[in-house]
């Protein structure tokens, strides 16, 4: 009979132990997500049951979701346009055929979202300094420029955008402002994070050196942390395409004004057309940006 050495017995004694405590943090997180997910499920009608109207006209009661879906899909065959190969070039000419407008629009609209993206991003910038917990000269500034972040990405970009229609009229100034302040908080939040985990060795020789606050900033951080404000920033540029293709549903300028159009005339193909322009826009864009990002990385790494 071959004795077992005390360690060895110990040691699958505390592994057992471990897999057990493993298994109960398991089920009880696990436990945890099923209780939070069925309770907001229930608060957001998830669940909820219905009496409708089938085809016969009796009336019937049916889960709200499953009983909605038809209709999703009938509306969504209402905006396909009808194709055909023998007639393709007249067909698109007929699904497209306000493609004037919806160009110019579209300018309009890229400019809103890179106008945004400029001023969102300087602002975010330059608070996510003061937001960040290792950078910021004192608690006051990072409570302030935290707050500040914190109400700016809070209110959504169609309030801001009504707020500004109000004070500065319809029209792109008011989109403009209103996707560059909602752009400051989101930006100025990841630009801190990223902050937040920056060296602080190169500052603290800066500093040593008799540097100040700002020159800390400038020759010990930024350096650190510009490949990652560069892709947050256009990944943001991106993400305010299709916000500034939203807002003019309010009056704010951009693409926005013709979707309200085509809803209102319930043009069902002209609300596939406008989609189909956004959707090839934030391709070629989100396109664009990678090729960006990996040229900006990639010079990082041969530098």
Same mark, same amino acid.
């Given at each position: 009979?071959?004795?077992?050495?005390?360690?060895?017995?110990?040691?699958?004694?505390?592994?057992?132990?471990?897999?057990?405590?493993?298994?109960? @943090?398991?089920?009880?997180?696990?436990?945890?997500?099923?209780?939070?997910?069925?309770?907001?499920?229930?608060?957001?009608?998830?669940?909820?049951?219905?009496?409708?109207?089938?085809?016969?006209?009796?009336?019937?009661?049916?889960?709200?979701?499953?009983?909605?879906?038809?209709?999703?899909?009938?509306?969504?065959?209402? @905006?396909?346009?009808?194709?055909?190969?023998?007639?393709?070039?007249?067909?698109?000419?007929?699904?497209?055929?306000?493609?004037?407008?919806?160009?110019?629009?579209?300018?309009?609209?890229?400019?809103?979202?890179?106008?945004?993206?400029?001023?969102?991003?300087?602002?975010?910038?330059?608070?996510?300094?003061?937001?960040?917990?290792?950078?910021?000269?004192?608690?006051?500034?990072?409570?302030?420029?935290?707050?500040?972040?914190?109400?700016?990405? @809070?209110?959504?970009?169609?309030?801001?955008?009504?707020?500004?229609?109000?004070?500065?009229?319809?029209?792109?100034?008011?989109?403009?402002?209103?996707?560059?302040?909602?752009?400051?908080?989101?930006?100025?939040?990841?630009?801190?994070?990223?902050?937040?985990?920056?060296?602080?060795?190169?500052?603290?020789?800066?500093?040593?050196?008799?540097?100040?606050?700002?020159?800390?900033?400038?020759?010990?951080?930024?350096?650190?942390?510009?490949?990652?404000?560069?892709?947050?920033?256009?990944?943001?540029?991106?993400?305010?395409?299709?916000?500034?293709?939203?807002?003019?549903?309010?009056?704010?300028?951009?693409?926005?004004?013709?979707?309200?159009?085509?809803?209102?005339?319930?043009?069902? @193909?002209?609300?596939?057309?406008?989609?189909?322009?956004?959707?090839?826009?934030?391709?070629?864009?989100?396109?664009?940006?990678?090729?960006?990002?990996?040229?900006?990385?990639?010079?990082?790494?041969?530098?």
């Amino acid at each position: 009979m071959t004795l077992v050495p005390p360690s060895v017995l110990a040691f699958e004694r505390d592994f057992a132990a471990q897999r057990r405590r493993s298994r109960l @943090t398991f089920l009880l997180v696990t436990a945890i997500f099923v209780t939070l997910f069925l309770i907001t499920a229930s608060f957001s009608d998830f669940f909820k049951v219905s009496q409708i109207t089938l085809s016969d006209g009796s009336r019937a009661e049916r889960w709200v979701l499953l009983a909605g879906l038809p209709r999703l899909g009938e509306y969504l065959w209402k @905006t396909i346009p009808a194709l055909s190969l023998d007639s393709l070039g007249a067909d698109l000419a007929n699904w497209f055929w306000r493609w004037k407008v919806w160009l110019w629009l579209l300018l309009e609209t890229i400019l809103i979202a890179f106008m945004a993206t400029v001023l969102g991003c300087v602002g975010g910038f330059l608070l996510s300094f003061l937001a960040a917990r290792n950078l910021t000269p004192g608690p006051l500034t990072l409570w302030i420029s935290r707050r500040t972040l914190e109400i700016a990405r @809070t209110v959504p970009e169609l309030v801001f955008a009504l707020i500004f229609v109000f004070c500065f009229g319809a029209g792109p100034l008011a989109g403009v402002l209103a996707v560059a302040l909602h752009t400051v908080g989101a930006l100025g939040k990841l630009y801190s994070e990223v902050n937040e985990n920056v060296d602080m060795r190169p500052l603290e020789g800066v500093k040593a050196s008799g540097g100040t606050w700002f020159d800390q900033i400038r020759y010990g951080a930024v350096p650190q942390i510009m490949p990652n404000i560069i892709s947050y920033t256009l990944l943001r540029f991106e993400i305010n395409v299709r916000s500034s293709s939203i807002i003019g549903y309010v009056g704010a300028g951009g693409l926005g004004q013709e979707f309200r159009t085509a809803l209102s005339y319930q043009e069902y @193909t002209d609300l596939s057309a406008l989609f189909v322009i956004i959707l090839v826009t934030v391709t070629v864009i989100d396109w664009v940006s990678e090729k960006i990002r990996h040229h900006i990385i990639g010079l990082e790494r041969t530098a």
